[in-house]
């Protein structure tokens, strides 16, 4: 059956908490084509409703690199793929601590260890306990995770070294993943995260555009991260990287992407919807358009095998949209 909305129809119910189905969501997609600006001005009423006016920061730190047994066709360090990367078992309490410490004088939120690979195997486990430990006596930003594929007991470990949320993605929507990775499922990908939600961590879940998808299931991966239990979806835009299966992608066009977080918005209403991967390569415009559609909540500072945004240049393009940090 057609499913026929209108945007105003679409915004009552988003700022009264409603989400959008996603065949509502893509026939406003389909009704607001030549009004973009439209499109975004309602996602950024139903996020200030929701979210306010401050944004959320986090930064993250390559803990881990390379060397993953994983074969995630968008992903350097994947050892299925021959990208040149820097590789190495555990980031040095030095270099960690000096990264905190320069992010937490800026200002930023949150602070993530990120490690490459299927899981922390468990007899590594209690050496990243001690590196977020030592970063929870050296400042004030809130401790998150992202080490795969984690089981209660690992999680809750990480929780008493006091990890409060952990991020694990589920990449794309669970009709398009397999055709990007063969080697896990998104099945294990949700049981991880319902484990961090019973340790009592929030969750971080979200993805990838860009990889071949289509908006369809774009707007299922929100969804999905929603019903999840995530508060937030961090958006990360492809950046193709050579020796990968993804290194020809045509990139996304930046009205694509503009109109994709802004739909987003509708589906997931309530959610910190975070810029995060791939940014870099966005014009200020489409930037600022996307901070006044929809997202409020940003990765800084350097990705982990990319470069990322200067911090106090992206501060600054934050105060000029009007947001608090």
């Known amino acids: 059956m057609k499913v026929s909305i209108n945007l105003t129809q679409a915004l009552e119910l988003c700022l009264a908490g409603t989400p959008l189905s996603i065949d509502e969501a893509l026939a406003l997609d389909n009704n607001t084509k030549d009004s973009t600006d439209a499109?975004?001005?309602?996602?950024?009423?139903?996020?200030?409703r929701h979210k306010g006016n401050t944004i959320h920061t986090c930064s993250i730190i390559?803990?881990?690199?390379?060397?993953?047994?994983?074969?995630?066709?968008?992903?350097?360090?994947s050892s299925h793929h021959h990208t040149g990367i820097e590789e190495y078992d555990c980031i040095s309490e030095e270099e960690m601590l000096a990264i905190y410490r320069d992010n937490d004088a800026h200002g930023v939120n949150r602070f993530s260890l990120v490690t490459s690979g299927r899981r922390v195997p468990p007899s590594q486990i209690q050496r990243f306990c001690c590196l977020f430990r030592k970063a929870g006596k050296s400042g004030s930003m809130k401790l998150c995770a992202s080490m795969g594929l984690l089981d209660k007991d690992q999680l809750q470990k990480l929780y008493d070294a006091g990890v409060r949320r952990y991020h694990c993605n589920l990449e794309t929507s669970d009709d398009y993943f397999p055709s990007l990775c063969s080697t896990h499922s998104q099945a294990e990908k949700l049981a991880t995260i319902a484990a961090a939600i019973e340790v009592g961590m929030e969750v971080c879940v979200g993805g990838i555009i860009g990889m071949g998808e289509n908006m369809r299931q774009r707007l299922r991966l929100a969804e999905q991260?929603?019903?999840?239990?995530?508060?937030?979806?961090?958006?990360?835009?492809?950046?193709?990287?050579?020796?990968?299966?993804?290194?020809?992608?045509?990139?996304?066009?930046?009205?694509?992407?503009?109109?994709?977080?802004?739909?987003m918005r509708f589906i997931a209403p309530?959610?910190?919807?975070?810029?995060?991967?791939?940014?870099?390569?966005?014009?200020?415009?489409?930037?600022?358009r996307m901070l006044r559609g929809g997202v409020n909540g940003a990765l800084v500072g350097n990705m982990l095998t990319t470069i990322g945004n200067n911090i106090d240049q992206d501060l600054e393009l934050f105060r000029e949209s009007g947001y608090s940090l």
């Open 225 to 263: 991260a929603r019903l999840a239990g995530a508060v937030s979806i961090p958006v990360n835009i492809l950046s193709p990287i050579p020796g990968t299966p993804l290194q020809d992608t045509p990139p996304l066009s930046d009205k694509e992407i503009i109109r994709t977080v802004a739909l």
């Open 270 to 288: 309530e959610c910190t919807l975070h810029f995060a991967g791939g940014r870099a390569r966005l014009s200020p415009k489409t930037v600022s």
């Open 62 to 77: 390559n803990a881990r690199s390379g060397r993953c047994s994983e074969d995630c066709k968008w992903c350097a360090q």
């Open 39 to 48: 499109l975004c001005d309602a996602a950024d009423a139903i996020r200030r």
